[in-house]
């Protein structure tokens, strides 16, 4: 080997382990849970800081362990994995999994499958706190909408940015409108 042949295998080297690290500080630094696991759910291979964050569970509580215990619904997880398997990807699907203290946490996760390994590469991110907000948001609007309806008063509303106006049946009846 010439030192030109050396000198080009260590620049190579070099160049590899500085995207290592490059890789490495992304994944870990992410504000979005990483994680690899194998298909059949029997181990958890790899993850990030964030993904330990959302499930509020150490290094030593995840590394090894199986993550089909987290699912919540083993039945959804068996239907992402047919999905993945048939498709090779999921994207935006949401699930539900426990976290360490036993609560469930609403997830949204994306994952990709490595057919030759059956492992799943994915992101997840917690929207427990959407979903509840969604949840008020509808409660309220149910009240509001039982409110007026036994109110038996005429109710609009007008929405000045768009211009569109919203009549309720006693409002039209009042009037002596259709709904048209």
Same mark, same amino acid.
């Given at each position: 080997?010439?030192? &030109?042949?050396?000198?080009? $295998?260590?620049r190579?080297?070099e ?6 690290e490059?890789?490495? @500080?992304?994944?870990? @630094?992410?504000e979005v ?6 298909? !059949? ?6 993850f @990030?800081?964030?993904? &330990? ?9 995840v =590394? ?5 215990? *987290?699912?919540? !619904? ?5 239907? *992402?994995?047919?999905?993945?398997? %048939?498709?090779?990807? =999921?994207?935006? &699907? ?10 469930? $946490?609403?997830?949204?996760?994306? &994952?990709? #499958? ?12 917690d ?11 509808? %409660?309220?609007?149910?009240? #509001? ?5 036994? %109110?038996? %008063? ?8 768009? @211009? ?5 049946? $006693? ?10």
């Amino acid at each position: 080997a010439s030192i &030109l042949d050396i000198t080009e $295998r260590k620049r190579t080297d070099e160049l590899l382990r500085a995207r290592e690290e490059q890789y490495h @500080n992304l994944f870990n @630094n992410s504000e979005v849970g990483m994680f690899v696991t194998r298909l !059949d759910g029997s181990e958890v291979l790899e993850f @990030n800081e964030k993904y &330990l964050r959302i499930l509020g569970y150490t290094r030593e509580d995840v =590394v090894g362990k199986p993550s089909r215990i *987290m699912w919540v !619904d083993q039945s959804e997880r068996d239907k *992402m994995v047919e999905k993945i398997k %048939a498709e090779g990807h =999921v994207t935006d &699907l949401e699930c539900d999994l426990f976290n360490k203290q036993g609560e469930v $946490r609403h997830c949204i996760t994306s &994952l990709r #499958l490595y057919q030759d390994t059956s492992i799943l590469e994915g992101s997840i991110q917690d929207i427990t706190e959407r979903k509840r907000a969604e949840e008020r948001v509808h %409660a309220i609007t149910e009240r #509001l909408h039982l409110a007026t309806t036994s %109110a038996k %008063a005429g109710v609009w509303d007008w929405d000045l940015q768009t @211009n569109e106006m919203i009549w309720d049946d $006693r409002m039209r009846e009042l009037y002596g409108l259709t709904h048209e």
